[in-house]
């Protein structure tokens, strides 16, 4: 498979010339603007309150304890294999297993669990300042089909350790952050610890298929008390490294947003009749025609006007020169590098509402002008557009009135939760991730696939979507694709990373924050 890399270096063959008569151009048009060479360099935080944190130390038994759980809830397999049908056997099987795997988590009187929608599970665990307000971190304990026909190098629901990996459908999504949390508290809870600021912990049954039944019921659920939250923390991005090529080390992308999305069904109705005198023009021809239309005139670049923006000012400063320039000075440079990154599939889903063209289905038979055709469309909507422009341009961009065009399913583009230095989820998200990890660069990002995370909008303003898992070249491919695996390190790093959060958490404000902002 081809590695989706950001093939940054590209930007070497423009040359030297053509970029300066550009950059001059524009300059001298925006005058009054200022050249920046680094929008990022001010966005420390000075001083946190200082903590009592427990740290935690794993020993070797542990270790293999911890190791054994993760493989056991991996190989319980919860498949969600469409909207209507799931494995419920192994979700009730899932539900004895977290119960016996920590059994402090159930038995504390600081945590209140219950069962929602049968198989979706909400834990509350008290704070002892009732005046801070409280979080919540979300995963999901379903996982997509998958069959080691595929290609897969080990059975996908064995968990089978080889070279130091765990390989396993839901290593990395989504039962490395669920199994991650509940041992954190686990572990936080036999320390005796008791945290000041109370929180949740929601674990969906039915992410994959929309997450119509487990989400929306907790949704539900903590509508119905009034709950208001001060940030939620789910899946969606992770640690890039060497995922972008130009990127001087690792980067830790916190979504702040995810893309909206849109199903749209086009069809086409004739009357049907013997294949021996055809029509001019098929059902089929004409969406055929339609399709091609849709692929051939993708949506408009709109990269540099959402929140992607943010995503490469913060990096700008890790990329060597004439990148770091442009990166810094998207204002004037971003439709130039939206035309760079349109050029692989992996960059182009930050560039603009993209068009996938998912499903076909036309005819019954070799002697039958077909009466029906119908193609199903996935737009994954960029965070400057919204559904209705969508289904606007679609129509235009279609412009035949025989093609009938419904949407059957879609919402606008999540809103971008904040990430300055007054965010308290973004910093103690930061924070947590660079006591572990200090030679990160902690960017926010927008998250090109959706998540449970988004039916709970109406309850807190910032929703935040990120694990430290590690991506290396080729990972990618490995969401929802074969081989999915966890490195045993890393599922020990998400681990210290919850218990850390938690602790973290407890901070009553954040610290002032100081800024400097570089200028040429
Ligand atoms: C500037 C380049 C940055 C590259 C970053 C790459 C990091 C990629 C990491 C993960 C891939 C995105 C996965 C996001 C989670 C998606 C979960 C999902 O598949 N959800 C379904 C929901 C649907 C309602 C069933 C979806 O189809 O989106
Ligand atoms: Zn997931
Ligand atoms: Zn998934």
New binding site residues.
């Given amino acids: 498979m081809t590695e989706p890399k950001?093939k940054i270096w590209k930007f070497l063959k423009i040359t030297v010339s053509s970029l300066l008569i550009t950059a001059l151009a524009l300059f001298t048009a925006a005058a009054i603007r200022t050249l920046s060479l680094d929008v990022n360099v001010g966005l420390q935080l000075a001083r946190w309150e200082k903590s009592n944190n427990i740290s935690l130390v794993i020993d070797q038994h542990q270790r293999e304890e911890l190791l054994a759980r993760f493989k056991e809830a991996v190989r319980i397999p919860t498949v969600s294999f469409s909207d209507t049908e799931s494995n419920t056997t192994a979700l009730r099987q899932f539900d004895s297993f977290l119960r016996k795997a920590f059994p402090k988590v159930f038995s504390s009187s600081l945590v209140h669990h219950e069962l929602v929608a049968n198989y979706s599970h909400l834990f509350r665990v008290q704070g002892s300042q009732p005046k801070l307000v409280p979080y919540l971190l979300l995963a999901h304990i379903d996982v997509?089909p998958a069959k080691e026909s595929d290609g897969w190098e080990a059975p996908p629901f064995a968990a089978k350790e080889i070279d130091d990996f765990i390989y396993g459908r839901g290593t990395i999504?989504d039962k490395c952050s669920l199994m991650g949390i509940l041992q954190a508290l686990e572990y936080l809870l036999i320390r005796g610890y008791a945290p000041r600021r109370g929180f949740y912990i929601g674990l969906g049954h039915d992410?994959?298929?929309?997450?119509f039944n487990g989400a929306m019921n907790i949704v539900r659920v903590m509508k119905e008390r009034g709950v208001k939250l001060s940030f939620i923390l789910d899946?969606?991005?992770?640690v890039?490294d060497g995922?972008?090529s130009g990127l001087d080390g690792p980067a830790a992308?916190i979504g702040i947003s995810?893309k909206g999305?849109a199903n749209v069904k086009l069809s086409v109705s004739m009357a049907p009749g013997h294949s021996s005198m055809p029509p001019r023009e098929s059902s089929i021809g004409i969406l055929a025609a339609a399709v091609k239309r849709l692929e051939d005139n993708p949506m408009p670049r709109l990269f540099g006007y959402g929140a992607?923006r943010e995503?490469?000012e913060h990096l700008a400063h890790k990329f060597g020169l004439p990148l770091k320039f442009i990166m810094s000075n998207l204002w004037l440079f971003s439709p130039l590098l939206g035309r760079v990154?349109e050029r692989k599939p992996?960059?182009n889903a930050?560039v603009r509402t993209t068009t996938a063209v998912t499903m076909f289905n036309a005819g019954v038979k070799v002697n039958i002008i077909p009466s029906l055709a119908e193609a199903h469309v996935n737009l994954?909507i960029h965070s400057a557009h919204s559904l209705q422009e969508v289904l606007d341009f679609i129509q235009d961009t279609v412009g035949d009135e025989r093609v009938k065009i419904e949407l059957i399913d879609g919402f606008d583009p999540l809103p971008i939760s904040s990430s300055d230095e007054q965010s308290f989820g973004f910093q103690i998200i930061k924070k947590t991730v660079l006591d572990m990890f200090p030679t990160l660069t902690v960017a926010p990002?927008i998250?090109?696939?959706?998540?449970d995370s988004r039916h709970f909008k109406d309850l807190a303003s910032d929703i935040y979507?990120f694990a430290p898992v590690w991506?290396k070249p080729g990972d990618?491919q490995r969401?929802?694709g074969i081989n999915e695996r966890i490195s045993k390190k890393n599922y020990e790093e998400l681990i210290v990373f919850y218990f850390n959060l938690i602790q973290n958490c407890d901070i009553q404000k954040l610290p002032e924050p100081h800024t400097s902002v570089h200028e040429l």
């Fill in positions: 950001i997509v999504d992410e994959e298929a929309r997450g899946e969606g991005m992770a890039v995922v972008i992308l995810e999305s992607e995503t490469f990154l992996l960059t930050f994954r990002g998250c090109i696939g959706n998540t979507r991506f990618v969401f929802h």
